[in-house]
């Protein structure tokens, strides 16, 4: 076996001792619904019920443990999981901890944080002024920066879901990892090539940012200009060098999926798992979802990575995925301006079985057909197939009416 592979291996034993006291040992469960979607056996993962919310306070309690004898405080560089990650390891094990997020990150992740006891500094507007912010106040104070993903220790720390997984379930076939900077897939793959090789390791990232992918492909690190995306959590420029080097010896393949089908990953695990993930941790169950990975007689193991959402982007999620699957509408068309007629819409609306939400009615936008109103009603709606009815008796009515694709 590779030498930087065993090693992690062997920190990853050691780390799997000292972080369980202060971890919870995630759930893992085969879900009927997701087997039935991905044509294959589907088990999920639930570290997004991790302390935190997020496996990364696997690493970071191995990484603070490593060090606590040596410095006083620790210092990290994150406006997400790894930011809560040390503030709790460091309190943990009696550290103080300074948390550098760039300005403007969201005020329920500064509370989060310091709810956990870090102080939380402000600096920069993109990641590597607030990486140098970081860099500044730990050679200051002589404190030690907790990297976020290209560190042994902190790689090792995340292998320990390997391990756990190996003790919940006899057989699997692959596992689907999310992948940001590669700290994650390094660790759970390193141990998984070492006690069960044949297992598939299988890397996702958001198609907006395929630093893996790519870096995988040309063979060497390769920085990207990700673009945005819901799975905030993977949204880094270059893998570390020490992460590409073990996903070299420990990933079977990279695969992308798109935006829309990471939101309708979260919706499902909402409504079909009553499951809460983030953008990042739903990446995996939608390669399953969404036919990119072979599932047909496999066993596939998805890690829903961390469930800290901010509630404005559930709202929008949830909006879509009711649109998606026909259960919210929105119509849009031309009444003639007379008495009576926004009355029929409605009539038919409710005929079949659609709750009106809110409706705007324009009869002054001079780009209006002459003597009509525009109007855009939103209703709950049974099914895809009532809103077509609804359409249809509309125009056949002689309305000039269609439908809205947008819930936004
Ligand atoms: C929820 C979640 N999943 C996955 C990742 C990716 O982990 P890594 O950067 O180790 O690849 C992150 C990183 O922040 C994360 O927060």
Not at 355 to 372: C, E, F, S
């Amino acid at each position: 076996m590779d030498e930087l592979v065993n090693d992690i291996v062997q920190r990853s034993r050691e780390a799997l001792r000292v972080i369980r006291d202060y971890v919870h040992k995630t759930p893992i469960e085969a879900s009927s619904t997701f087997s039935r979607l991905a044509n294959g056996k589907v088990f999920l993962k639930y570290e997004n019920l991790q302390k935190t919310g997020a496996f990364k306070v696997r690493g970071a309690l191995y990484k603070v443990y490593k060090i606590k004898d040596k410095y006083d405080g620790v210092v990290a560089a994150s406006a997400g999981n790894h930011a809560q990650g040390v503030a709790y390891a460091a309190s943990v094990f009696g550290l103080k901890s300074i948390i550098v997020m760039p300005v403007g990150a969201p005020i329920a992740k500064i509370e989060a944080t310091k709810g956990y006891g870090a102080e939380v500094v402000l600096a920069g507007t993109v990641f590597d002024e607030t990486l140098k912010a970081a860099q500044k106040i730990a050679e200051e104070k002589g404190y030690y920066l907790v990297h976020a993903f290209n560190d042994p220790d902190v790689i090792a720390g995340q292998g320990t879901i390997a391990f756990e997984i190996m003790e919940q379930l006899d057989s699997f076939d692959q596992v689907l990892v999310p992948v940001g900077g590669g700290g994650l897939i390094s660790g759970i793959g390193s141990v998984l090539k070492k006690y069960r090789p044949y297992v598939k390791v299988i890397g996702v990232e958001p198609s907006v940012a395929p630093k893996a992918t790519r870096a995988l492909q040309e063979g060497k690190p390769v920085t990207i200009r990700p673009g945005v995306s819901i799975a905030d959590g993977l949204i880094v420029k270059t893998l570390g060098d020490l992460t590409f080097k073990i996903m070299t010896k420990v990933v079977d393949s990279m695969i992308t999926v798109e935006e829309d089908e990471i939101a309708h990953a979260i919706y499902l695990l909402l409504e079909r798992g009553k499951v809460l993930s983030e953008g990042a941790g739903a990446v995996p169950l939608a390669a399953l979802l969404y036919g990119r990975v072979d599932t047909r007689d496999k066993t596939s193991v998805a890690i829903i990575s961390g469930g800290n959402i901010d509630l404005t982007h559930i709202y929008r999620i949830i909006l879509r995925g009711l649109g998606r699957e026909g259960r919210l509408a929105r119509i849009a068309g031309y009444v003639p301006d007379a008495p009576g007629q926004l009355r029929r819409v409605l009539e038919v609306i409710a005929s079949n079985r659609g709750n009106v939400i809110g409706i705007q009615h324009d009869r002054i936008d001079p780009r209006l057909p002459a003597w009509h109103a525009k109007v855009i009603v939103t209703f709950e709606a049974p099914g895809r197939d009532k809103i077509k009815t609804i359409v249809k008796t509309l125009r056949d009515e002689g309305y000039d009416f269609w439908e809205e694709d947008s819930y936004e």
